[in-house]
């Protein structure tokens, strides 16, 4: 029984750990973007996408149990990697799009 508590304990660590990695990158991306590619890809503001990827990298920060962290709810680490993926899902490739100079006459596949 003491194994599975173990485990289920370092696997909770480990997944927390790989979430704030996803938090740090996010994080380091919006730092490294310039404020006018965030307008040329019409989205939020630079500022607004630093305070949501560092308040997510923080949240995630804090929410590593053990004595790394101080463990907090595993509610606000969803919802913190979930705004740090938003970013990298949705935000990064429109500001890479906008860094390259955005082809309007491309699809979601390739040029049309």
Known sequence: MNFII???TWLFVALSLVAFGIQIWAL???LRA???EFERAFKKTKGFWLGITAGSA???FICI???I???GPIFLQLIAVT???VYLADVRPALRDARRGGN???GPYGPW
Do not use: L
């Open 6 to 8: 173990f485990a289920q």
């Open 28 to 30: 380091v991306d919006c």
């Open 34 to 36: 310039k404020p006018v």
């Open 58 to 60: 923080a949240v995630g």
């Open 65 to 67: 149990p053990g004595p």
């Open 69 to 71: 962290g101080i463990g």
């Open 83 to 85: 705004a740090a993926a």
């Open 104 to 106: 309007r006459n491309s």
